[in-house]
């Protein structure tokens, strides 16, 4: 059973999606695309992400109170997180805690863990809705893939998935 836990866990971090219960207006809406690493401390090397890494991500915030919480999914070519809101705004905006996973580059689980995010998300100037098209997120996360000391700050461009 912990093995099946794990393999979806793993298909729902690899696929950008996740294990969460689905909202009433389902299928919750996504946006995905890239984002480039600006710069990571040295504590990052480590967790093999530095500057001018290029990463596939999806961004799903919550536009719904019924829906679960936001959550900034990032996808290496050997490695996936998925980092889930716990406190700040409720589309991961600006500053605040996360709680995360992560598959490691052999197929291990990392237990959850937690860090801080802060995000500036463009357009718009108010909260993301069910017609934005396009935006772009510059941001950082800390204690990324459970490493101590590592921040990675990046910038990103998502469109909305059809």
């Given at each position: ?41 040295a504590q990052c ?12 991500s999806v961004y ?69 809705t069910e017609t ?31």
């Open positions: 059973m912990r093995s099946l836990i794990t393999t979806g866990l793993g298909l729902a971090l690899l696929t950008g999606t996740t294990l969460v219960a689905q909202a009433a207006n389902s299928p919750l809406m996504v946006w995905q695309g890239s984002i480039t690493v600006t710069s990571a401390t090397s480590t967790a093999g992400i530095g500057e001018g890494d290029l990463l596939t799903r915030p919550r536009l719904q109170p019924d829906e679960p919480n936001s959550a900034l999914t990032v996808i290496t070519g050997r490695s996936a997180q998925v980092f889930f809101r716990s406190t700040g705004n409720d589309q991961m905006r600006g500053k605040g805690n996360f709680s995360a996973f992560a598959i490691g580059s052999r197929g291990t689980l990392t237990s959850g863990f937690d860090g801080a995010y802060n995000f500036t998300v463009k357009p718009p100037a108010g909260a993301v934005t098209k396009a935006i772009n997120i510059s941001g950082s996360l800390t204690n990324y893939f459970n490493v101590a000391g590592c921040t990675v700050k990046f910038v990103g461009a998502y469109e909305k998935r059809p």
